[in-house]
């Protein structure tokens, strides 16, 4: 045998039926090792080949669909398959849902091993122009003479040279190339990584991550940019503790989002965590108000509760709501919006979410008729016990993640003696394979 390694032979194409969807929107064709194709839809008949085997599924690459589904739609993105911020543009709004709801009933005869006693409506909204908190990759592109704007690329480090973004809201989906522009004409053109988006229903704030300080042209540049399209612009040289307007603190106005069903301002900083679709948002908060029902003289336990997007409507019902955070800028941010709307029967806790509590804490020393939470993705594991023991007659589970909600559901329900009454969909992310959900549970 010659020293030189022999060129590894091309895989034989194959055949094969989609069977489903992956939780980030590959298709599934079983039968044999499984494999994961890009592109490829649940019902079609499609011509891959394996490009990468992993131990447990292999990774295909599309080469032809033999049979399209009927779902089967044209993207509306020039440059959907290449971009990382879009994964089901190609296939139809209405069955994107279908999957998403199938996928969360999966997790939960498979994981949760329970039985819901009905389906809620999915809750819509437009499938374009609704991302408004997103965060850009910038880059200097040396070889193409220019700076890139845009997400990340598919399975790729890289930054998507993008024109415009069909998900974000405007104005920044059409301002990619402008913004590209702007970069590249800055000193610091080679030190701005990246660039956070905040859009309010009062304003659009840009986050610049700066490595260097801007020359004063630089400064120039930018402030006029932000004029000419409306924007307020931020440098973040540091942390998020760093971030400051562009001119300086006081220079920029409050950003703030409204809930007009529940007479509601919430004002918010540009780093923030607020909830990327706005009117999804609404139509999620009057649910779960709706779900849960308080009424005067109930008491209310909101956990993972931000700056208040869901205290301060549970609040109007005249209920007393208790908001427990982990993160002390968003218990700040929520004691500001309590005042700012009034509310006295609200009040609010930084904690530590991620442990169980001690017995102690102030928010456990009353007890509770209704609870909501609302965790990240890894769930609310830490807090069931303590949720459970308040025998709350109500409990409102409202998840980013399908598998942590099963788990979670599980343990409530086999566990604690709860009584799932209700789940639905939440389509806060269209085209993504990012499944949100809520579950009513009862106690039984």
């Given amino acids: 045998m010659s020293g030189a390694s022999a060129a590894r032979p091309e895989r034989a194409p194959e055949c094969a039926r989609v069977d489903a969807l992956t939780h980030e929107g590959e298709g599934i064709v079983r039968g044999g090792k499984t494999v994961f194709i890009p592109g490829a839809l649940p019902g079609e008949t499609v011509r891959f080949v394996r490009a990468r085997r992993q131990r447990r599924h292999d990774e295909g690459r599309l080469l032809e669909v033999l049979e399209p589904s009927a779902e089967r739609v044209s993207p509306r993105c020039a440059h959907f398959g290449v971009c990382g911020g879009c994964r089901l543009q190609h296939l139809g709004p209405e069955a994107q849902l279908a999957a998403k709801q199938q996928e969360l009933a999966d997790n939960l005869q498979r994981l949760a091993q329970v039985q819901c006693g009905r389906w809620l409506a999915p809750l819509t909204g437009s499938v374009w122009g609704y991302r408004r908190r997103a965060r850009l990759g910038v880059k200097y592109v040396a070889k193409k003479g220019k700076v890139v704007v845009g997400f990340r690329e598919r399975n790729a480090p890289y930054v998507a040279d993008v024109l415009r973004c069909h998900v974000l809201s405007e104005p920044v989906g059409e301002l990619l190339a402008p913004l590209g522009a702007l970069v590249g004409a800055l000193d610091i053109r080679a030190q701005l990584p990246q660039i956070e988006v905040a859009v309010g229903d009062n304003a659009t704030a840009l986050v610049l991550r700066v490595l260097s300080a801007p020359s004063p042209a630089d400064l120039e540049r930018l402030r006029a940019f932000g004029e000419r399209h409306r924007l307020c612009l931020y440098l973040q040289p540091g942390g998020l503790e760093t971030i400051v ?4 603190e006081g220079a920029a106005e409050p950003l703030y989002y409204t809930l007009p069903q529940f007479g509601l301002r919430l004002e918010f900083a540009p780093s923030d965590f607020i909830q990327i679709n706005g009117p999804v948002n609404r139509a999620l908060v009057a649910r779960a108000v709706e779900l849960l029902a308080p009424a005067e003289g109930d008491a209310v336990l909101d956990l993972y509760c931000g700056l208040g997007n869901f205290t301060l409507p549970l609040a ?9 955070e982990g993160e002390r800028s968003l218990i700040e941010r929520a004691r500001h919006n309590a005042a700012l709307n009034g509310m006295a029967n609200a009040q609010f806790h930084a904690a530590d979410l991620s442990t169980a509590p001690e017995p102690t804490a102030p928010w456990l020393r009353r007890a509770y008729s209704h609870v909501l939470l609302d965790p990240p993705r890894l769930g609310a594991r830490a807090l069931l016990a303590a949720v459970a ?9 409202v998840s980013c993640h399908p598998g942590t909600l099963a788990r979670d559901l599980g343990i409530l329900v086999h566990e604690h003696g709860f009584a799932l009454d209700a789940v639905g969909v939440i389509d806060m992310f269209p085209h993504t394979g990012h499944v949100e959900s809520l579950a009513l549970l009862r106690a039984s």
Avoid at 245 to 248: E, F, K, S, V, Y
Avoid at 389 to 397: C, D, G, I, N, S
């Fill in 316 to 324: 109007r019902s005249g209920a007393h709501v208790v908001g427990v």
């Fill in 245 to 248: 307007p562009l001119d300086g």
């Fill in 389 to 397: 023991a308040m025998r709350p007659r109500r409990v409102l589970y």
